[in-house]
DNA sequence: CGGTTACTTGAGATACGTCAAAACGAGTGG
DNA sequence: CCACTCGTTTTGACGTATCTCAAGTAACCG
């Protein structure tokens, strides 16, 4: 949440490459710019970087497990990365994916809600927890930040439920497309949207099966809204898709 | 979230009944033990009660639209309110029901993501935004409890992700009847759970249509599981509904 | 190049949706 | 107290989107 009428705190830094001195672990991370340390001035930040713990996890790493201990926080700086949940008979569903730029942990309490993985070689900034708490604790901005990113997070649930709700299969993956292109092109709407996801981990995440998601993309693809290649998707008729896909 | 490891904050409150003085709008709120209320001391409470304005929503009274501007919060007194969202073409998402004790306005910013309505006659505490962030910001306690909440909600919005994504028709209503006995007999497990909402709100809020819902309900009053009443359901085998709807 | 995993495609089954009508409950007026 | 109405809930018959099972093809990697 964001209590002060004043949402757009993002400006007022200097240019990201300001930062690049700072003989620290997490140095030169491209997406500091968009990241929560983008709440801060030059010196908090120099202080957020000093306890922070460049990390690197391989495809299928596990990241942390759903009910470990919240030890740590992490600023995702490169790659992606799968949130899941397991029933006890095998049934997955995955909540989220997350990338560059994303913030790990910031669901409340003691216990992971979720587990997360990597699903490609993913870099990161962990943060410990003791450290970051204490950090947080002092630094009203951050806070507020992180409040802000938890509203975000509560607003991708309520997508997220919309779809698994009320849409179809093809507007299901419609909206999977769309959305993932908007966070992969922040500014610009180029065409092609990498899938570092399985058809697995998309059908989970839409409560759809695997064969559903390939076949109503080969669907897509046969009625020239979009041209499949492995990995990647690309975007031959936006308007179509995003009649589909869109509320 | 909760950045130091006591969650246990409820704790140390005085006698519920030491509140009932204060002469303010908001007094007698039977809930205030259970509300935001209980991360403050009596003074801080007084205060906050001083900005209250005691409210009440007819049935089917609008509380707040998607995309007004978030002019205040609330926490509800009594009764039972639901969140929705809607498709333009009328398909509507029932995004969660809010009952005594919950807050609203959780979510972040300057806009509200979805419509509250009044589902039954109910009565709140309505904060105003400027007097509600101005309190805040100067109470860390607050502030915290309230991103407590926050983490809280997360977790609603995931497990009830998990049902739609891959729960049946028969898991989903079991675990919604689970889930509203937990809420509403917080304590005890008194087998008798009341259902302020419509078969309209239910299918809405579980994916399911209105139908589905009826038949559902009546199959597992059939198989002598619950059985139904007009506006509540009893438990009849707890241990059964349990056994479907539990992850 | 062979083995493994991921993806696609097909045919058939089913859980749930749709449409339509009947039963029920609550409120109103005679 | 009964009859009437209106909205909600239940029930039935039928259609279909999606799932399941199974096989085939393509991509990846040593």
């Known amino acids: ?27 030169n991370c491209p997406v500091r710019a968009v990241s929560i340390c983008c709440a801060l001035g030059p010196d908090e930040r120099r202080q957020l970087e000093s306890i922070a713990h460049r990390t690197v996890f391989n495809t299928k ?13 992490f600023n995702i700086t490169s790659g992606a990365v799968r949130l899941f949940r397991l029933f006890r008979d095998g049934r997955r569903q995955v909540l989220g994916f997350r990338m560059a730029g994303d913030f790990l942990g910031l669901d409340m309490g003691d216990q992971r809600g979720f587990s997360a993985e990597a699903i490609e070689p993913t870099t990161a900034c962990r943060f410990g927890r003791p450290q970051f708490t204490s950090l947080v604790e002092s630094k009203p901005h951050l806070l507020r930040k992180l409040h802000e990113r938890t509203g975000q997070e509560i607003g991708l649930a309520h997508d997220h439920m919309m779809a698994l709700g009320q849409r179809s299969a093809r507007e299901r993956i419609a909206w999977f497309l769309l959305s993932l292109r908007e966070r992969q092109n922040k500014a610009s709407s180029a065409d092609v949207i990498r899938l570092p996801m399985s058809r697995q981990d998309i059908g989970d995440f839409l409560g759809l099966t695997i064969e559903t998601v390939s076949r109503t993309l080969t669907l897509l693809a046969r009625e020239n809204v979009i041209s499949i290649t492995p990995r990647t998707v690309r975007l031959r008729d936006a308007r179509r ?6 509320s």
């Open 61 to 73: 790493e596990t990241i942390f497990l759903e009910g470990d201990r919240s030890g740590s926080f």
């Open 1 to 27: 949440m964001n209590f002060d009428s004043s949402a757009a705190h993002n400006a007022g830094d200097g240019s990201p490459l300001a930062y690049r001195k700072a003989g620290v672990d997490c140095d």
């Open 241 to 246: 898709l995003a009649k589909l896909g869109t």
